[in-house]
């Protein structure tokens, strides 16, 4: 690997992008940024364009592009605009390592030419991985690239699994991946309460700061639900090798059980910046301005089983997990459309798990062939989620 590394960030002005660009600040001598990408948010991309100087600023929206063209006007950074710029900077000769950290379905494409370009990823995106986790796998493997998961939990599960990757988890002597969560805002709440759970309330996560999507999904355990997809395509574990375990502290990122009892854990402060840095140096590791753990301060660590009643985002991923095939795809674009109509105050919080059981139940499950074909399926469920929304409504 050359000694200076170049960095394309996808998402960079989100919570994980710009996590990302404080590590990478603080080792100015490893990684220098060469492209920052963003949806809409003109005038903080142009602030990261002055400040980090990239080679390519790339905004998916063709206006919010042409503005920030003018803002940037005779720096040395080049502006482009759209999906395919999106996957250029992600799969350009000179780039080394590519932050996958768009939210949502719209990260995949990008995420698939980076495998195909053979990079070293640092996956954030999930959804790319829930939708498309066989093909996605795939495409690491054809295009020779190195995955580094970044989600929390699956780069703790990363760190204290066997170093060679598992073709199952018994040949590495794996028993079990204890996949922990922090039960989100309501994890006391009763039934009642959750009926009437606002989005404010549901956007005041007790451990982590993140985007507006994950910030829901974990509220209603849907990220978890997300993850145990995700760790199943990482770690080539099925179904009932996936314990998740409800560990309010955060303190533990996950857990790895051996057969012989063994049971290794990560632990540290919630603070992204510890997978971020991880990602970034490995095998090395980076300072990353994270704190020390208190243990003292920590004082206990407590478990509990995950409640689905309450809570039956989780038991929809374990399902659509276990039929396969396009059901974790239908399922992630439903739950985008829920999370975007719940934030607008459209529908009611526990309507997001009907909603999505509503639509994986009204189409039918197919093998998953090609990326086109999910992008198909993608904007058929969420046109069967809208059409759902407005019959409630009526
Ligand atoms: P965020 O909402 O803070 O940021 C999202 C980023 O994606 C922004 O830069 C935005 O401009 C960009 N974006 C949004 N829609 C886009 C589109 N259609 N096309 C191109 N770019 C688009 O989100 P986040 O919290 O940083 O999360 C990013 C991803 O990382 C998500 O998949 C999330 O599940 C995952 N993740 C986040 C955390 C966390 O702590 N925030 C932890 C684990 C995993
Ligand atoms: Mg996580």
């Not at 005038?43 to 002055?50: F, K, P, S, Y």
């Not at 009642?192 to 404010?200: K, R």
């Amino acid at each position: 690997m050359p000694m200076l590394q170049n960095v394309t960030i996808l998402g960079a002005t989100g919570t994980i992008g710009l996590n990302t660009l404080d590590v990478i600040a603080r080792h100015s001598d490893r990684y220098r940024v060469f492209a920052l990408t963003a949806n809409s948010r003109v005038d903080e991309l142009a602030q990261l364009c002055r400040q980090y100087r990239p080679r390519y600023a790339v905004m998916l929206d063709e206006h919010a592009a042409e503005k920030l063209q003018q803002k940037l006007q005779g720096s040395e950074t080049q502006v482009l605009s759209g999906l395919e710029a999106l996957e250029e900077v992600a799969a350009h000769a000179e780039v080394d390592v590519v932050m996958a950290a768009i939210v949502g379905a719209a990260g995949l494409k990008p995420a698939i030419a980076a495998a195909y370009a053979g990079k070293r990823i640092l996956l954030a995106n999930k959804e790319t991985l829930v939708m498309a986790g066989s093909l996605f796998m795939q495409a690491v493997a054809e295009g020779g690239a190195t995955l580094l998961p970044i989600d929390s939990e699956h780069n703790a599960i990363f760190q204290v699994m066997p170093p060679a990757r598992l073709a199952a988890l018994e040949d590495g002597g794996v028993k079990r991946i204890l996949l922990t969560a922090s039960g989100g805002p309501f994890r006391k709440a009763s039934a009642a309460e959750l009926m009437a759970v606002t989005p404010a309330q549901a956007l005041n996560h007790p451990n982590w700061v993140m985007g507006p999507k994950i910030t829901i999904d974990s509220a209603t355990l849907m990220n978890k639900g997300l993850e145990v997809i995700e760790a199943h395509w990482l770690f080539n574990a099925p179904a009932e090798k996936i314990e998740v375990v409800v560990h309010p502290q955060s303190v533990i990122h996950s857990m790895v059980e051996y057969i012989d009892g063994s049971v290794l854990a990560q632990m540290g402060n919630p603070d992204m910046r510890t997978p971020i840095a991880y990602g970034l140096g490995y095998p090395d590791r980076l300072e990353a301005g994270v704190s020390t753990l208190d243990l003292f301060k920590v004082g206990r660590l407590d478990f509990e089983t995950p409640d689905t009643v309450r809570f039956p985002c989780l038991r929809l991923a374990f399902d659509a997990l276990r039929q396969g095939g396009t059901a974790p795809a239908i399922l992630n674009a439903a739950n985008e459309v829920a999370v975007d109509a719940f934030l607008k105050g459209n529908i009611g919080f526990q309507d997001i798990p009907r909603l999505i059981e509503s639509v994986l139940t009204s189409m039918s499950i197919a093998p998953v062939t090609s990326i086109a074909q999910l992008i198909e399926v993608d904007t058929l469920a969420r046109a069967h989620a809208m059409e759902w929304r407005q019959l409630e409504a009526c």
